[in-house]
Nanobody, 131 residues
Framework: QVQLVESGGGLVQAGGSLRLSCAAS????????MGWFRQTPGKEREFVAA????????????RYTDSVRSRFTISRDNAGNTVYLQMNSLKPEDTAVYYC????????????????????WGQGTQVTVSS
């Protein structure tokens, strides 16, 4: 069982930056692929970014949705049981509730991008970008 708690959301002007954090419980955090999703009222929760579990030797794989690639960066600190989403050059269309998720799929270098592939979810943190 994994519990996830997001933080770091807030109000920022367009062009600004925020860093979201997701703190995970459990002693096997490094074995979970992790993802960020976002949702606005009346729309389905959509994939933003994912990072694989630790690689067989070292390194990770990452995946991004097209609209955030080159602006957002996902990273993880396995020692601190935390995954991050650095968001730069924010746009009003990035406004949403952002959710952290963990997947039980244990494959190395796997970066799931579908909601059904994730087993644990945080409660979400609001990000609002003003124009």
């Amino acid at each position: 069982q994994v519990q996830l708690v997001e933080s770091g959301g807030g109000l920022v002007q367009a062009g600004g930056s925020l860093r979201l954090s997701c703190a995970a419980s459990g002693r096997t955090f490094e074995s979970y692929p992790m993802g960020w999703f976002r949702q606005t009222p009346g729309k389905e929760r959509e994939f933003v970014a994912a990072i694989s579990r630790s690689g067989f030797r070292s390194g990770f794989s990452t995946r991004y949705t097209d609209s955030v690639r080159s602006r957002f960066t996902i990273s993880r600190d396995n020692a601190g049981n935390t995954v991050y989403l650095q968001m730069n050059s924010l746009k009003p269309e990035d406004t949403a509730v952002y959710y952290c998720a963990a997947s039980n799929t244990g494959r190395y270098f796997y970066t799931p991008d579908a909601r059904y592939e994730y087993d644990y979810w945080g409660q979400g943190t609001q990000v609002t970008v003003s124009s």
